[in-house]
């Protein structure tokens, strides 16, 4: 039915969608843990921001990541990741829907040509056949003869009818192949919220900051937030090194 047909989908699309996204989240990984790792250089630091602001202009507009906490700067990863994940699967989503629509377009280009054309060479030979066959039953019973004409004309509304069932089928497969993509990948829901040290507030998608942000991004106290401290994820050689290869 349409629902194993979308669920097949998303299925087939799950692997495209995990290997288009890890090049671009392993790079935000790498940029943050440059960010969060005490005595990095300022190159070093320099180069992870402008890595990432330059791939991530509008979500990151107005955020100061060289201020930003450890906490901070995890819940910005998190984010970004989703962001990213979403972006692919939007991608796949569309592609998937695209495939279905084209075959509503062909099945409609179908009906059409059975209406205004009718039957190809082929079809009214088979409908003959049909006819001839249905005939000697019918004659064997004492039924009527079917002529040819009459044969070719109820084939052919066989095939529209044919036709009606497997479009209405894709119309199904076509809601069912979006309704599937956005639940599993959680599409046009979550957006990316992104906390803004120094100025509060939240900031969705490029959107204008609200108020006065608490010192972890999520409440609304007055926190300028968290030191850096033990959390950082590299050692300064280390970070110097990824940002080298960034």
Do not use: H, W
Not at 61 to 85: C, F, H, N, P, Y
Not at 197 to 207: I, M, Q, W
């Amino acid at each position: 039915g349409a629902a194993e047909k979308a669920g097949r989908a998303v299925a087939e699309a799950q692997a495209d969608i995990a290997s288009e996204s890890a090049k671009e989240t392993e790079a935000v990984r790498q940029n943050i843990a440059v960010l969060k790792t005490n005595g990095v250089s300022k190159d070093a630091q320099k180069k992870a921001i402008d890595a990432l602001v330059s791939a991530y202009p509008d979500y990151l507009e107005g955020m100061d990541l060289e201020k930003a906490s450890v906490e901070e700067l995890s819940a910005l990863q998190d984010r970004l990741t989703e962001s990213i994940i979403r972006s692919a699967a939007e991608r796949k989503k569309q592609q998937a829907l695209e495939e279905v629509q084209t075959k509503i377009i062909n099945e409609q280009l179908e009906q059409d040509r059975i209406r205004v054309k009718g039957l190809t060479t082929k079809e009214k030979a088979g409908a003959t056949v049909a006819g001839l066959g249905a005939s000697a039953l019918n004659l064997a019973t004492g039924g009527k003869v079917v002529t040819p004409a009459e044969a070719i004309a109820a084939t052919q509304n066989t095939l529209i009818e044919q036709s009606k069932k497997r479009l209405e089928d894709y119309k199904k497969q076509l809601e069912e192949t979006e309704k599937q993509f956005d639940r599993t990948f959680k599409i046009g829901k979550n957006e990316l919220v992104l906390q803004i040290p120094g100025k509060g507030g939240a900031k969705t998608d490029g959107t204008t900051p609200g108020g006065a942000g608490a010192d972890t991004g999520t409440g609304t106290g007055k926190g300028k937030g968290k030191g850096k401290g033990s959390a950082a994820a590299l050692t300064k050689e280390e970070a110097d090194l990824a940002a080298g290869s960034l």
